[in-house]
T-cell receptor, first 110, second 117 residues
Framework: GENVEQHPSTLSVQEGDSAVIKCTYS??????FPWYKQELGKGPQLIID?????GEKKDQRIAVTLNKTAKHFSLHITETQPEDSAVYFC?????????FGAGTRLTVKP | GAVVSQHPSRVICKSGTSVKIECRSL??????MFWYRQFPKQSLMLMAT?????????EQGVEKDKFLINHASLTLSTLTVTSAHPEDSSFYIC?????????????FGEGSRLTVL
């Protein structure tokens, strides 16, 4: 089955700096790669996603890149703000079978 | 976007009792719903997949008689933790998808925190 690895497990940045979180997946048939933000005591919220026919996608301060050959994808957050502090999960999915990375706890220091 | 609601958000129960958690899709028909369990500082672990009108498919290691899942309608799935014990204390999250969405797109509930005393 699919195995998703996520790094780093914790990330601390200064407000205004960029943050990058990386994930790798094992199943080459996975075709949907969402990123979720989870705040304490809440369910995951989709922040951006990318499909296997696209290499990069951007939404304001958030961007995601996908390298299908290497089977890895990354989340980039620019101009970080304290409210970006949360746990971020990557996931890889095929036919609604979604597997999650272990999560990255991002702390943005004001 | 589509909205998925869970209830209750928090529940405390005594050991040995059963607890039911509801997951509702508010503005779409959820043909498939998923239940996850999340321990503190850990990722979401898929427990089971339920399709409306059929029996749930459980992940390896998840006791189907312990975690009863019902998906009797296109807008409601329930998870019942039977004879709960302290080790069942966890954050339970559901997600849902439907025929109108692109394959793979899931919508998550707010989660339900279960504490078994």
């Amino acid at each position: 089955g699919e195995n998703v690895e996520q790094h780093p497990s914790t990330l601390s940045v200064q407000e205004g700096d960029s943050a990058v979180i990386k994930c790798t997946y094992s199943d080459s048939a996975s075709n949907y790669f969402p990123w979720y933000k989870q705040e304490l005591g809440k369910g995951p919220q989709l922040i951006i996603d990318i499909r296997s026919n696209v290499g990069e996608k951007k939404d304001q301060r958030i961007a995601v890149t996908l390298n299908k050959t290497a089977k890895h994808f990354s989340l980039h957050i620019t101009e970080t703000q304290p409210e970006d502090s949360a746990v971020y999960f990557c996931a890889a999915s095929r036919n609604n079978d979604m597997r999650f990375g272990a999560g990255t706890r991002l702390t943005v220091k004001p | 976007g589509a909205v998925v609601s869970q209830h209750p958000s928090r529940v405390i129960c005594k050991s040995g009792t059963s607890v039911k958690i509801e997951c509702r899709s508010l503005d779409f028909q959820a043909t498939t719903m998923f239940w996850y369990r999340q321990f503190p500082k850990q990722s979401l672990m898929l427990m089971a997949t339920s399709n409306e009108g059929s029996k749930a498919t459980y992940e390896q290691g998840v006791e189907k008689d312990k975690f009863l899942i019902n998906h009797a309608s296109l807008t409601l799935s329930t998870l019942t933790v039977t004879s709960a014990h302290p080790e069942d204390s966890s954050f339970y999250i559901c997600s849902a998808t439907g025929g109108g969405f692109v394959s793979g797109e899931l919508f998550f509930g707010e989660g339900s925190r279960l504490t078994v005393l």
